[in-house]
């Protein structure tokens, strides 16, 4: 079993930046994706960035070249930096890790654009 907690979102103006942070209860070095996803009311989830366990990342295009998914090993934490943020991304954003035949998934957490 991998415990995930999210934490990191908030209230922020369009334009502005945050940082998630996924916190696994044990070694992320093998989890073969990690990835954050979001859903917004009324919509589905969805893929937001992934990233694999050895580097290779995909992002949605809604988000790229705005928003970067990283981790560390060390601290088994998914990071996710978002940049540039619009009205458009407020949604709750959930980390999951997939580790075969498992996926993990955190609580959520919520992220608001607005003015």
């Known amino acids: 079993q991998v415990q995930v907690v999210e934490s990191g979102g908030g209230l922020v103006q369009p334009g502005g930046s945050l940082r998630l942070s996924c916190s696994a209860s044990r070694s992320i070095f093998s989890i073969l994706i990690m990835g954050w996803y979001r859903q917004a009311p009324g919509k589905q989830r969805e893929l937001v960035a992934r990233m694999t366990s050895y580097g290779g990342t995909t992002y949605a295009d809604s988000v790229k070249g705005r928003f970067t998914i990283s981790k560390d090993n060390a601290k088994n934490t998914v990071y996710l930096q978002m940049n540039s943020l619009k009205p458009e991304d407020t949604a709750v954003y959930y980390c999951?890790?997939?580790?075969?035949?498992?996926?993990?998934w955190g609580q959520g957490t919520q992220v608001t654009v607005s003015s």
């Open positions: 999951n890790l997939h580790d075969p035949p498992i996926d993990y």
